[in-house]
């Protein structure tokens, strides 16, 4: 599959230059804006849910929770990912589209349980299917810190439950674009910026699990 177009003559590419998926005169930035709205908007949205559910049970358990929350930060897993992975930063907007519709049709929640094997999953999904070069899943099962048997079987339950539908045409990914950076706009309004985290370079040694066991494995 070839990397998604972004059709420059029909759309206003501004948002695409603003949240580093587009290349400018001086080439794509190290660590594209889009990275730090995905993960302020995951992060506000985890402890939303998480907030809800001290006063109402959250339905839904599936293969994507774990037994605990991993130490690791959403803000330094996304970075982990995009430096090891090596996947467009495109990539990073249509995981979050396709996250949008697996929550919507597993109808259930994020969660600090989840989030993190939705981002692996979801991105792995992505780069294969919009980008031109990608890795294996034992590369990505590495990357994520979880193993190739559970990186497999939560790719077939991600895909099994988006209905195969992996398509993201010009004009969804540019909207999910400006609700992003809307989203991210109002956050900044009333939070004070997320300062960037630095990502732990030995991330090959063995005895650094980053995801915990899952709780459920189907």
Known sequence: MGTLALD??????????TLGLKRSG???????????????????????????SETM??????IFHGLRAPT????????????YAACSPSCFVVAQIYVDRYLRQADVHLTSLNVHRLL?????????????????????????????????????KFLF????????????????CFQLEKEAAEVHQIERPIQACKV????????DSTCVPTIAQS
């Open 8 to 17: 420059t003559e029909s759309v206003d590419t501004d948002i695409y230059l």
């Open 26 to 52: 001086k080439g794509v930035v190290r660590s594209p804006k889009i990275l730090s709205i995905v993960s302020t908007l995951l992060v506000r949205s985890v402890q939303k849910n998480e907030m809800l």
């Open 57 to 62: 049970p959250m339905k839904g358990i599936t």
């Open 72 to 83: 690791i930060t959403i803000q330094q897993y996304i970075d982990r990912i995009f430096k």
């Open 120 to 156: 692996i999953t979801s991105v792995m999904v992505a780069a294969k299917f919009n980008d031109d070069t990608f890795f294996n899943n034992a590369y990505y099962a590495r990357v994520g810190g979880v193993t190739t048997a559970e990186l497999n079987r939560m790719e077939m």
């Open 161 to 176: 439950s988006l209905d195969f539908r992996l398509q993201v045409n010009v004009q969804t990914f540019q909207s999910f």
């Open 200 to 207: 732990k370079e030995n991330w090959s040694n063995k005895g």
